[in-house]
């Protein structure tokens, strides 16, 4: 982004149609045209914003990421763990968890330290939050770290790439396990003595009988096997 006469300039790839003669040098109007080399716009943005039909300006490159794409990116990670948030903004956490769901962090050319620093950096003073474009120019930061040798329009597309389309991953949620060895371990037919009585046949656990020794107030003797059968034999 350039400025001429206190206007910002835009770069803006311009490519000729098959057959089409290259501009002149008085054409292009002093700056650089066709052939895959960049002539300058002027643009009415000064940022990134939901307006803004591409990462790059008003002219859409084929593969480019629209600004709609990446805040709804934003908005997804900003809500994440927190029912109370409304998207607009990102704490900490969860601007680091959306560097590592989306490998913006390698562990060499970013990492989770540099993903603190530049969230510190872009941040209102005393603010635990950053907004949308707060989170822009973190990325921007960011871009530079992770492409390195690219310049700083490709590092941002290849950037945005990885976030586009991406939701927070639910990592760390308790499985259950499927190994022979706990599969052994959970068996309840397999238990013995004192644990074996905690269980019926099913599997499934008697409670408070299977702990402890309830008084039988029944009136019959222990183990007898006609208990509550004598009403039916009065009947008879």
Same mark, same amino acid.
């Given at each position: 982004?350039?400025?001429?006469?206190? &206007?910002?300039?835009?770069?803006?790839?311009?490519?000729?149609?098959?057959?089409?003669?290259?501009?002149?040098?008085?054409?292009?109007?002093?700056?650089?045209?066709?052939?895959?080399?960049?002539?300058?716009?002027?643009?009415?943005?000064?940022?990134?914003?939901?307006?803004?039909?591409?990462?790059?300006?008003?002219?859409?490159?084929?593969?480019?990421?629209?600004?709609?794409?990446?805040?709804?990116?934003?908005?997804?990670?900003?809500?994440?763990?927190?029912?109370?948030?409304?998207?607009?903004?990102?704490?900490?956490?969860?601007?680091? &968890?959306?560097?590592?769901?989306?490998?913006?962090?390698?562990?060499?050319?970013?990492?989770?330290?540099?993903?603190?620093?530049?969230?510190?950096?872009?941040?209102? &003073?005393?603010?635990? !939050?950053?907004?949308?474009?707060?989170?822009?120019?973190?990325?921007?930061?960011?871009?530079?770290?992770?492409?390195?040798?690219?310049?700083?329009?490709?590092?941002?597309?290849?950037?945005?790439?990885?976030?586009?389309?991406?939701?927070?991953?639910? !990592?760390?949620?308790?499985?259950?396990?499927?190994?022979?060895?706990?599969?052994?371990?959970?068996?309840?037919?397999?238990?013995?003595?004192?644990?074996?009585?905690?269980?019926?046949?099913?599997?499934?656990?008697?409670?408070?009988?299977?702990?402890?020794?309830?008084?039988?107030?029944?009136?019959?003797?222990?183990?007898?096997?006609?208990?509550?059968?004598?009403?039916?034999? !009065?009947?008879?």
């Amino acid at each position: 982004m350039e400025r001429e006469n206190g &206007k910002e300039l835009e770069t803006v790839w311009e490519w000729p149609e098959e057959g089409e003669p290259e501009e002149s040098e008085e054409e292009r109007g002093g700056g650089v045209g066709r052939r895959g080399r960049p002539a300058l716009h002027e643009s009415g943005f000064s940022s990134l914003s939901p307006q803004h039909p591409s990462i790059y300006g008003s002219s859409m490159a084929e593969g480019s990421v629209s600004a709609a794409e990446l805040e709804t990116a934003f908005q997804k990670f900003a809500v994440h763990g927190d029912t109370k948030a409304t998207g607009k903004e990102m704490n900490g956490k969860n601007f680091a &968890k959306l560097c590592k769901d989306c490998n913006v962090t390698d562990g060499k050319s970013v990492t989770t330290i540099d993903v603190d620093i530049v969230f510190s950096k872009v941040k209102a &003073k005393s603010a635990r !939050v950053i907004t949308f474009e707060q989170f822009n120019q973190a990325l921007t930061e960011l871009a530079a770290k992770r492409f390195k040798g690219k310049n700083k329009e490709e590092a941002q597309q290849q950037l945005y790439g990885l976030i586009v389309g991406k939701e927070p991953t639910n !990592v760390g949620v308790t499985k259950v396990a499927k190994a022979a060895a706990v599969d052994r371990l959970t068996d309840s037919t397999k238990y013995t003595g004192s644990h074996k009585g905690r269980f019926d046949d099913s599997g499934k656990g008697k409670g408070k009988a299977g702990r402890e020794d309830i008084a039988d107030t029944s009136g019959y003797v222990s183990a007898y096997k006609g208990s509550g059968s004598y009403e039916d034999k !009065v009947k008879d």
